[in-house]
């Protein structure tokens, strides 16, 4: 079962509009939640993170927002540029556990910012 | 380089072969870890070092996936008998803090 889901594979948007790309979760464990976004032959990009103590960062044109009550998180991108196209991957990990911080990936979203 | 380096950046196989890849982390980070990436899919958890320990192999999908660290900087992800299965992008990455991760590139295995 899928820990960590992201519902929509793609999303297009225009130039200057806000993107917004969604994640749910399902493990109450998880206490931090990143953002990565990664570009084709490339790894992964660490973008922006929140800890469940807060319920927004903010870093320059990102801001990401977290619901605990809804085991949502939420990436806004204000304002789309055509550089930010690429594949958009949330991830989470549980700091509290005896484990080894290891990362659960969703599937990701592709965002395509149209001129 | 600052960041993180994976090598070969690809490999081709015939089924049954031995492979092995290599991850240089960054020079520092105590944290390595190893994920597979199959096509469509988000990366999955594979191993966890902390310096040359290997903490957590429970993403391992079979015994034939072997890693190392043996003196706490590069690592070696070996697969042995490779199956059409193993084909995806092998994604290592390497943290000094339990935080963010930083990935390298990855290797595209591809077993015929």
């Known amino acids: 079962d899928q820990q960590v889901k992201q519902n929509s594979p793609s999303l297009s948007v225009q130039e200057g509009r806000i993107s917004i790309l969604n994640c749910d979760y399902t493990?109450?464990?998880?206490?931090?939640f990143l953002w990565y976004k990664k570009y084709p032959a490339e790894g992964p990009t660490f973008l922006i993170s929140?800890?469940?103590?807060?319920d927004k960062n903010e870093d320059g044109r990102f801001t990401v927002f977290l619901n605990k009550s809804a085991k949502h998180l939420s990436l806004h991108i204000v304002p789309s540029q055509p550089g930010d196209s690429a594949v958009y991957f949330c991830?989470?990990?549980?700091?509290?556990?005896?484990?080894?911080?290891?990362?659960?990936f969703g599937k990701g979203t592709k965002l395509s910012v149209i001129p | 380089g600052a960041g993180v380096s994976q090598s070969p950046r690809y490999k081709v196989a015939k089924r049954g072969q031995d492979v092995a890849l290599r991850c240089d982390p960054i020079?520092?980070?105590?944290?390595l870890f190893w994920y597979q990436q199959a096509l469509g899919q988000g990366p999955e958890f594979l191993t966890y070092?902390?310096?040359?320990?290997?903490?957590?192999k429970s993403g391992l999908p079979s015994d034939r996936f072997f890693a190392e660290r043996p003196e706490g900087s590069v690592s070696t992800l070996k697969i042995q008998r490779t199956q059409q299965e193993d084909s995806a992008v092998y994604l290592c990455?390497?943290?000094?803090?339990?935080?963010?991760?930083?990935f390298g590139p990855g290797t595209r295995l591809t077993v015929l």
């Open positions: 990455a390497s943290s000094f803090t339990s935080d963010e991760q930083f």
């Open positions: 493990n109450s464990m998880f206490d931090y």
């Open positions: 929140i800890s469940s103590i807060k």
């Open positions: 991830a989470a990990s549980a700091h509290s556990g005896a484990g080894s911080y290891q990362l659960t």
């Open positions: 020079s520092g980070h105590v944290s």
């Open positions: 070092f902390q310096n040359e320990a290997q903490l957590d």
